[in-house]
């Protein structure tokens, strides 16, 4: 059973920051990319970023200069420095992971998802 758990979520004013942070657990021969994805309300689920397991990154516009991806390959987990927060980043944020087993193949997996509120 793999579990993505989402952690760092929550209330920030406007120009503040957060990081958030997705551990995956579980039985699985490696990580493949793993990522971020939001949703606010309304609005369809969007990609904010992502991270191969070699370390190349991809941005949304919207959030290119302002967050940041990373990840830990012996903690597999991946996490996403937010800075210069906007209103418009409010969405429940979501950790996405393609997930390799042996013999299997690959697979892809949600967190349960975190919310965060910028106010203005």
């Known amino acids: 059973q793999v579990q993505l758990v989402e952690s760092g979520g929550g209330l920030v004013q406007a120009g503040g920051s957060l990081r958030l942070s997705c551990a995956a657990s579980g039985s699985f021969s490696s990580i493949n990319a793993m990522g971020w994805y939001r949703q606010a309300a309304g609005k369809q689920r969007e990609l904010v970023a992502r991270i191969t397991s070699g370390g190349s990154t991809n941005y949304a516009d919207s959030v290119m200069g302002r967050f940041t991806v990373s990840r830990d390959n012996a903690k597999n987990t991946v996490f996403l420095e937010m800075n210069s927060l906007k209103p418009e980043d409010t969405a429940v944020y979501y950790c996405?992971?393609?997930?390799?087993?042996?013999?299997?193949?690959?697979?892809?997996?949600w967190g349960q998802g975190t919310q965060v509120t910028v106010s203005s």
């Open positions: 996405n992971a393609d997930i390799e087993f042996r013999r299997l193949g690959e697979y892809n997996y």
